[in-house]
Every structure is written in C-alpha cells, then in structure tokens.
C-alpha cells in the first residue's frame, strides 16, 4: 500500500476514534453502541498498519483485489448494524404501545374516581 494511503487511512480511523470518545464524553453516543465503534475504529487502525493481514484475508474469502474485502466487510458492517437497530427499535415500539395502554388504562381509572367524588 502506498505511503499516502497508509497515511489517509490511519488518520482516518484515528480521528474516527477521537469523534467516538469525545461523544460518549459528551454523552451523545451511548457506552453499549461505542464499543462496536470503537472496534471498528481499531480493526481500521490494524488493517491500515498491517497491510498484509489484509492481503491475507482476501486470499482467505477469495477475493481478487483488498479493495473488494473492505467493501464486503463494510457492506457486512452495515447490515449487521441495520439489523441491531431493527431489533431496537421494534422492542422500543413495544415498550411504547405498554406504556401507552397503561396510561389510558390510568386515565380511565382517574376519571372513573372523579366522577364517583363529584
């Protein structure tokens, strides 16, 4: 890999993992979804270091060229964060309608007691 490449690349990831720690330092990002960001940020740092570990894992899945191997990997990534997302938002929509019918059912009974006081 060229110098100016390695270059990008590493400083790239780095300033990834700077925006990462400075929002969960600002509490804008939550501590469980930075994990996986700041291991993305590291697996970016290793792969821009270690060029040949990633020759040697597009050798492993049989692609021809690192390039193709990062865009799967980053297609993979994207997925598998849609996917997370998917199971939390349906949970939350969950939580929402229970909370919502408990406060009708709440509602109900007040109004149920206010009549019985006037």
């Not at 990633?54 to 492993?60: D, G, S, W």
Request: aromatic share 10%; charged share 20%; no cysteine.
């Amino acid at each position: 890999m060229p110098i100016v490449q390695k270059i990008f690349a590493l400083s790239v990831s780095i300033i990834l993992l700077i925006i990462i720690i400075e929002l969960v330092r600002r509490r804008k990002l939550r501590e469980e979804y930075s994990v996986l960001w700041i291991i993305t940020g590291i697996t970016i740092i290793i792969l821009s270091i270690w060029y040949k570990l990633l020759l040697f894992i597009t050798k492993l899945i049989g692609a021809v060229v690192p390039t193709s191997t990062l865009f799967l990997f980053s297609l993979l990534f994207l997925i598998l964060i849609s996917l997370h997302f998917s199971v939390k938002i349906s949970m939350l929509t969950d939580k929402l309608k229970e909370v919502s019918q408990e406060i009708a059912l709440l509602r109900a009974r007040m109004e149920e007691k206010w009549e019985l006081s006037e």
